[in-house]
């Protein structure tokens, strides 16, 4: 369900979202600045790369360092699989674990990469590319399809010899753009920040084309204040019932045991 119908009511979004939206969620807003109180961050960029292109052209928009990294493959015997299966998405999700902790980033569960599946396989919309040389998986790739645009969604990759650092991951991307050109319109290569200059630099070495991405933050709530503590009740002694203790046998009578309890 689109949330603005009219060319230009996204830019009322973050004006009617904290007083009528609904109560309990955070709001995340992406590609539109906002005047305050929200404060617009502007450190990341949204990548494509233009698939309605001739091969020829595809390949001659590829860098010189992509490239070679590319030649690199055919002396590995990379190999790539795709597909929709829960097989696939295994693999890939075990890759999946690797990559964010060796980022330091904690993983989405496996739940959820298993909804993913249920849901968009439905109508042909995910595939899974995992590439592999020597009997190990070394990269993967999650794509979803959204009419004439190609999402590169979620992608993972293993640590390799240094003398091939990422070549499977390279391999596996071109060989993404070689089979969607011509079968739909842009690849959208996903949100990069600016600082993060090795990502940027395997986006622009594909071919992509960064732009701008603001991002509002919303307005902090205001910090609750705390109430007043409700005042103590002073109690008089004398209001109080007085105590009933129980009654003791004199002192000279021998007490009585009581009878265990069965």
Known sequence: VPLVRLTNGADTLPEILPTQGPKGFTYEIRG?????????VSCFQEWTLDLNRPRAALQRALETNFKRNLKQTSNRSVEIERGASIGLLKRFYAMQLETRRRLGLPPQPWRFFKMVHEVFTRNGQLEIWVAHAAGKDEAAAVFLRDKGTIH????ARRTVPAQAPSVANHLLLWSAVEAFAGQAEILDLGRTDIRNEGLNRFKRGLGGTPRPLPQPLPPEPPVPQSPQPPRMARLRPQALPPARLPSLPPSNSPAQPRPLES
């Open 152 to 155: 590169f969604k979620w992608g």
């Open 32 to 40: 539109l600045s906002a005047a305050p109180p929200w404060v617009t």
